[in-house]
Antibody, heavy 122, light 106 residues
Framework: QVTLKESGPVLVKPTETLTLTCTVSGLSLTNTRVGVGWIRQPPGKALEWLAHLFSEEEKEKSYITSLRNRLTISRDTSTGQVVLTMSNMEPGDTGTYYC????????????WGQGTLVTVSS | DTQMTQSPSTLSASVGDRVTITCRASQSVNRWLAWYQQKPGKAPKLLIYEASNLETGVSSRFSGSGSGTEFTLAISSLQSDDIATYYCQQYNDFWTFGQGTKVEIK
């Protein structure tokens, strides 16, 4: 059974960089086409895909166009973790951040972490 | 980018009613369309994929239909446990979600 768990700060200040970690269990990140992605959800609002990766090669990473210059996704196969950084945080980035298993490009998300709420405030 | 629009935004129905939610895509997504159920404070749960395929373990009261740009999620007999917000998601061109439909008991 695949489990994903997000971790990171509860509170960040405007202009700071957010670093979130997704720890994956029950699945090896070294397996071919095993992907992990990040989704966010502002309070009371809809879900938004942010980024995903299948490997450390840049061609295997993708980002939402509107946030491309603020996001970086990476992974550490030795620890089974995928890290998302988002720079220059602002109050509008407040929300719950989820990591998800990405089985392939033409696939929905069948496994989700529990989510972690991040508040951006001074 | 493919935009997804759901209607209605809120739906109020009685236990036992058949309810339907519509999702429209700004361009064809073929049948690469999923539906999720999200209860308060919880992560979304995949209900249907490829427009009409029921995810393992999901109640057969849920069904999906459609292709191209118009899709429907139906709940055949609404139960109190179905109270949640439902999202459609296209995965033909990366992934985008609809704005959600909140289902309430009348």
């Amino acid at each position: 059974q695949v489990t994903l768990k997000e971790s990171g700060p509860v509170l960040v200040k405007p202009t700071e960089t957010l670093t979130l970690t997704c720890t994956v269990s029950g699945l090896s990140l070294t397996n071919t086409r095993v992907g992990v992605g990040w989704i966010r959800q502002p309070p009371g609002k809809a879900l938004e895909w942010l980024a995903h990766l299948f490997s450390e090669e840049e061609k295997e990473k993708s980002y939402i166009t509107s946030l491309r210059n603020r996001l970086t996704i990476s992974r550490d196969t030795s620890t089974g973790q995928v890290v998302l950084t988002m720079s220059n945080m602002e109050p509008g980035d407040t929300g719950t951040y989820y990591c998800v298993r990405v089985r392939d490009i033409l696939e929905p998300f069948d496994s989700w972490g529990q989510g972690t709420l991040v508040t951006v405030s001074s | 980018d493919t935009q997804m629009t759901q209607s209605p935004s809120t739906l109020s129905a009685s236990v036992g009613d058949r309810v339907t939610i519509t999702c429209r895509a700004s361009q064809s997504v073929n049948r690469w369309l999923a539906w999720y159920q999200q209860k308060p404070g919880k992560a979304p749960k995949l209900l249907i994929y490829e427009a009409s395929n029921l995810e393992t373990g999901v109640s057969s009261r849920f069904s999906g239909s459609g292709s191209g740009t118009e899709f429907t999620l139906a709940i055949s007999s609404l139960q109190s446990d179905d109270i949640a917000t439902y999202y459609c998601q296209q995965y033909n061109d990366f992934w985008t979600f609809g704005q959600g439909t909140k289902v309430e008991i009348k």
